[in-house]
């Protein structure tokens, strides 16, 4: 059973910002979480990621946030992208509870309370995922892309909980994150890989603002690299544990049409569906050639499933990482009610 989030940990929510070129948003934002926060009994620390800003971001940011200890800023040497720089927030971060925002002001931390405290409530949610509903963006450029890269995200990933997987506001359980690495452009798959782990997901309006200063870092050129990692994501959330599954199914498949194009060249040697009814040899038919190959893909395709499995196998034993994840662990003792424990 889930514990409160005020009992859980010395730090009870980390709030995680990468940042990238936003020398004029780090300062009103930082005043806005501290004030926000502060309102709050809950203990925090704020995570700024600098990913290798070419400008004034992490000056302004040190000199606003002064000797704040609950501000900390890691600084990248170069651009690593927006997943590097939340999976960096993620490891440094102390909390119970895990909140990535933006930090171009869009996101509104007046969200974050609310956030939080829908994590804490009798539904035992693990995460607690942001929608924009009334999104302040440009339509053609910004939302009309992300409609439909949400629909088919939804599909491909069965994470019908959200409609808006690339909103950063999230309130996350730290234990649901404390075995996922982040890679490419994943960071707006994490509730979906969380949910493949086992994770109860729900979501929660926010509010989102137009951006006011600065530039922003997406546009359409970033759709290739999503589809991309979605490909990713769709076969590790399915074949993971079991890549002889996914290749498998892909060798019958050419071994089927293997045996279809070799059955059509031995009807069409005896003169059926062919022009005039004239017989096609098999030695001049190019359907046995066909035939052959789509064999040796067959072939090829179960030794590439079967060297998968073992790469499944090598992932799994070198990092000590276990094909399952225990939410729950029951112990009984005689004359006794059932003691109830948490498992990671």
Not at 269 to 280: A, D, L, R, S, W
């Amino acid at each position: 059973m889930n514990q409160p989030i005020q009992s859980s940990s010395k730090i009870d929510i980390s709030i995680v910002i990468p940042l990238y070129n936003e020398e004029d948003n780090v300062q009103p934002l930082y005043r806005e979480i501290a004030e926000v926060m502060d309102a709050q009994t809950l203990r925090y620390e704020v995570i700024f990621i600098d990913d290798g800003s070419r400008d004034q971001t992490v000056a302004k940011l040190r000199d606003v946030s002064g000797t704040d200890p609950r501000v900390t800023i890691i600084e990248f040497t170069k651009n690593f992208g927006q997943t590097a720089s939340t999976a960096a927030g993620i490891d440094q971060a102390r909390g119970s509870v895990i909140v990535p925002m933006d930090g171009d002001m869009q996101n509104d931390p007046h969200d974050i309370p609310a956030l939080v405290a829908k994590l804490d409530d009798d539904s035992g949610w693990d995460i607690v995922s942001g929608w924009r509903k009334n999104r302040q963006d440009k339509l053609l450029s910004r939302r009309l892309p992300s409609i439909l890269a949400n629909r088919l995200i939804k599909k491909l990933t069965w994470t019908t909980e959200i409609h808006d997987f690339g909103c950063s506001m999230k309130a996350y359980r730290r234990e649901v994150l404390e075995d996922v690495r982040l890679y490419g452009e994943m960071h707006r798959f994490l509730p979906a890989i969380c949910k493949w782990r086992g994770a109860r997901i729900t979501e929660q309006v926010v509010n989102h603002r137009a951006r006011t200063a600065g530039v922003s870092k997406y546009g359409l050129k970033r759709t290739f690299k999503v589809l991309l990692d979605l490909l990713t994501v769709k076969f590790l959330g399915d074949y993971l544990a079991k890549p002889i599954y996914f290749f498998g199914k892909v060798a019958m498949m050419s071994l089927v049409i293997s045996f279809l194009s070799l059955t059509w060249a031995i009807i069409q040697k005896f003169g059926y569906i062919t022009e005039h009814g004239q017989p096609v040899m098999l030695n001049r038919n190019v359907l046995v050639l066909f035939a052959m190959m789509t064999f040796l893909m067959s072939v090829i395709f179960l030794m590439i499933g079967i060297l998968a499995e073992l790469m499944s196998r090598i992932y799994h034993e070198s990092q000590d990482r276990k094909p399952y994840k225990i939410r729950n662990t029951y112990l009984s003792t005689p004359g006794s009610h059932a003691d109830e424990t948490n498992a990671a």
